[in-house]
């Protein structure tokens, strides 16, 4: 082996100047932007060596938190069985497993005799049939991703789509379940997503060189057409996606911006048949369409910045026939509906939090009484799952907090019962005993930002950390695209917290934690509020003595990176640690070109700075690549993944090359660049590959915290 390196990698310069709206910046890591240059290729390995000898000593660590996630996990497992009903008139329970020691799981289905009663699979039972076995796929691929995977509307084919590099391009396959055997494909190089239409027509997408989902194509299944151009979305702004109806009647086009949406139908059982548009497109109007077999739902934002919901004739092909069903609340963001014979079910976001109404629905169609679904913790996150069968009497919804493991409850529609299905295990610790939710502390403070607006904080700790300012503390954030981070359950984080930690998620300007309005106020020439909110949330955790003024860590990802970046410019003396995870941090380069994957959309997020000088301003003040300074900054880990097409390798690397020239940290708050040469946006593949990989993101930030 070679000898480890002494000192860190000195990037290469070539000169380079950026001139717009009148504006010279100089960028000497420039040249970083052509991922195929030997030299960045080298530069890359030369930092993975240099993160590899500033972390050996990590390595006992490192195992010990893999263990810990090992033990306290059940490795062999299985999901609740749901009921399925095929247009051939058959009936299975489909459910996935997983095996210890296997990195990924496989989907399996069993034939049903009744809907009403949940088969007991722990074993496999003699007629159980492997519809989809991810482990003999993935076998001889360093990486593998599904992005579609589902059985047609008769039960006797299944697609699916593979990527093998992590580049988010698949190739799709079509499968006999009968015999097992691939009938047809590989389609190479399709995007994520797909739809069925009858058990003998799919349509799939294709990407532009923008990496943008661009087209539908409509493929017939062992046909001897060529596949045909089904739609193609000419503005750059806009993204398709397809999706079928539950009751596998209609295939959904969808087409959105990050402010517009325009949705088409065509008739499952006539794919060679013309496209429907529900509502033309009309800049800033959003809608998602429900299709049931009886009408159309439209969750919609015209005259509700909040959304609402309204019902139109399944015919219908323009907003003048849109009827409303539930108006706009300021105070609550809906989020999602699914609409069953005996109900409709509405997802919603208030105050932080999720919640789930039930409207019950008469013979005619009238629709009852709201009943809102209650829980006991004052912090939590919950979703409805929605079922296969329209006329089913019974949902599913998954609940679980910053204390409590995720779980599937059942709500009879009928009588309001609640049952649990399946509370995810968390296994004895050898060490640390028995799981006990209430040795920890779950609760909601309110940090003020600098504009006097009151930012909510989900914090946890043990429940014997005191609250003295000597605790180590981990700030998480991300802030953009409307997402909202919820207070949700993390097994790994557990320890964390068992090590003493404090744990907090900032609900920053920009996510979705407190609907359209909060992120309206943390985007485009907004942006700025996204970060001080950040700051304002870690001053608080030392001001309550959550956490000790030198013990402070913050963790992003992705537009989560860039806040990172931002704060620590802003603040570098608040934080003692960050790792920065795909980190979004060369945000004006990328947004100046529209050559590069996402560009074009994005601008409806941050603004365009190619045509307009204040966002070009804007976005100069906070881009992190541009406002390195000559300070002492945190210790910094930086990961990321030569083949992300969201956030491509050349902006990570860019930044830790800057940060080295100008940063006056000595060798106890390294910069470091670790990049998985084999990997994308989501990281590594495989479960105990990513195990491994958040067991070290930890161990380091165990380290530097302590």
Known sequence: MPDAPLTPPDAPTRPFTREVHGDRVEDPYHWMADKSDPELLAYLEAENAWTDARTAHLAPLTEALFEDLKARTQQTDLSVPTHVSHTDGSHYWYYGRTTEGHEYGRSCRLPATSRDEIPDVTQPPADEQIVLDVNALAEGHDYFSLGWAQVSPGGGRLAYSADTSGDERYDLFVVDLASGAVIDGPIEGVGAGGAWAGDDWIVYVRVDAAWRPHQAWRHHIGGPETDALLYEEADDRFWLSVDTSRDHAWVLLDLGS???????LL?????????????????????????????????????????????????????????????????????????????????????????????????????????????????????????????????????????????????????????????????????????????????????????????????????????????????????????????????????????????????????????????????????????????????????????????????????????????????????????????????????????????????????????????????TSYSPYENVAAVEYPAILVTTGLNDTRVEVTEPAKWVARLRDRATNDERRPILLKTEMVAGHGGVSGRYKAWKERAFELAWLIDQLG
């Open 258 to 264: 990050k402010k517009t949406t325009e949705t088409h």
């Open 267 to 619: 008739r499952a059982d006539n794919p060679t048949g013309p496209l429907r548009c529900v509502q033309p497109r009309r800049q800033g109007l959003e809608y998602a369409v429900e299709v049931a077999p009886d009408a159309l739902w439209i969750l919609h934002n015209d005259g509700a910045p909040q959304f609402a919901l309204s019902r139109a004739p399944l015919e219908a092909s323009g907003i003048d026939e849109w009827q409303l069903v539930i108006p706009e609340r300021p105070e609550t963001r809906l989020t999602g509906v699914s609409v069953y014979a005996s109900a409709v079910v509405v997802e919603h976001r208030t105050n932080a939090l999720s919640g789930i109404a039930i409207l019950p629905r008469t013979p005619s169609g009238e629709l009852g009484e709201r009943v809102e679904l209650t829980f006991d913790e004052a912090l939590y996150d919950v979703g409805a799952e929605e079922s296969p069968d329209f006329d089913t009497d019974r949902i599913r919804f998954g609940y679980e907090s910053l204390v409590s493991p995720p779980s599937v409850w059942e709500y009879r529609l009928d009588t309001g019962e609640r049952r649990l299905l399946k509370r995810t295990p968390v296994l004895d610790h050898p060490v640390r005993g028995a799981y006990d939710p209430s040795a920890y502390v779950s609760e909601r403070r309110w940090a003020t930002s600098e504009d006097g607006t009151r930012i909510p904080v989900s914090v946890v700790r043990g429940r014997d950390v005191p609250t003295d300012g000597t605790a180590p503390g981990l700030l998480y954030g991300y802030g953009s695209y409307e997402i909202p981070i919820m207070p949700y359950f993390a097994m790994s984080r557990l320890s964390l917290l068992d090590r003493g930690f404090v744990f907090a998620i900032a609900h920053v300007r920009g996510g979705g934690e407190l609907g359209r309005p909060w992120y309206e106020a943390g985007k485009e020439l907004s942006k700025p509020n996204t970060f001080s909110d950040f700051i304002a949330c870690a001053r608080l955790l030392v001001e309550e003595g959550y956490v000790a003024r030198d013990r402070l860590g913050a963790e992003g990802g992705s537009a989560g990176g860039l806040l990172m970046g931002a704060a620590m410019n802003l603040a570098p003396e608040v934080f003692r640690a960050v790792h920065a995870a795909v980190p979004f941090v060369d945000p004006v380069t990328t947004i100046l070109n529209p050559d590069l994957p996402l560009t074009v959309s994005e601008w409806e997020e941050w603004g365009n700075p190619v045509t307009d000088p204040d966002v070009y301003a804007c976005m």
